[in-house]
T-cell receptor, first 112, second 114 residues
């Protein structure tokens, strides 16, 4: 069965650089979610999109932005990177009418 | 705002034995969903089991079952016949409505001893 695809799997950036994370949801899943998981922490909700519109917003820094495209894939853009942004970033998708969250394998971002 | 609490940072169990992981939550909603996720060293988030709050019957998935106490806002996970592959971090999570964010607990690190 198709899963949620995230790319890249690993990313190393320097402070003040910009990073773009991509997420391809399961076909027919119209809602996409982004989470940030710091070392030794639980995942924290950042933002979600339903039918290409932002549907919910959590603890997402102003330096971060995200969008969902016409093919339902989503991108998380992170600018002016800080050391504290080093984390595992998960994307998840679900169909709107069925509560079936599926997580991707995550992108491990390291800021040096 | 909803909160999820896991009071056991670490648990251990002997292979083939049974272990129960605790989770409590707080919400003002009457309709919501509860989840247990497993995160092995690969750090992938794997759904273990899901419970809809309006269903009184406890969910079961093979060796995994839950004890859902709605009035007490408690949602514990029982793992029977523990296997070495069950060793992982386990997160309890709650979501208010379909398509909403999930709020996670702090996690319980489960060790399975041979």
């Amino acid at each position: 069965a198709a899963g949620v695809i995230q790319s890249p799997r690993h990313l190393i950036k320097e402070k003040r650089e910009t990073a773009t994370l991509k997420c391809y949801p399961i076909p027919r899943h119209d809602t996409v979610y982004w989470y940030q998981q710091g070392p030794g922490q639980d995942p924290q909700f950042l933002i979600s999109f339903y039918e290409k519109m932002q549907s919910d917003k959590g603890s997402i820094p102003d330096r971060f932005s995200a969008q969902q495209f016409s093919d339902y894939h989503s991108e998380l853009n992170m600018s002016s990177l800080e050391l504290g942004d080093s984390a595992l970033y998960f994307c998840a998708s679900s169909p709107r009418t069925v509560y079936g969250y599926t997580f991707g394998s995550g992108t491990r971002l390291t800021v040096v | 705002a909803q909160t999820v609490t896991q009071s056991q940072p670490e648990m251990s169990v002997q292979e083939a034995e049974t272990v129960t992981l605790s989770c409590t939550y707080d919400t003002s909603e009457s309709d919501y969903y509860l989840f247990w996720y497993k995160q092995p060293p690969s750090r992938q988030m794997i759904l273990v089991i899901r419970q809809e709050a309006y269903k009184q019957q406890n969910a079961t998935e093979n060796r995994f079952s839950v004890n859902f106490q709605k009035a007490a806002k408690s949602f514990s996970l029982k793992i029977s016949d523990s296997q070495l592959g069950d060793a992982a971090m386990y997160f309890c999570a709650q979501g208010e409505t379909s398509g909403s964010r999930l709020t996670f607990g702090e996690g319980t690190q489960l060790t399975v001893n041979p």
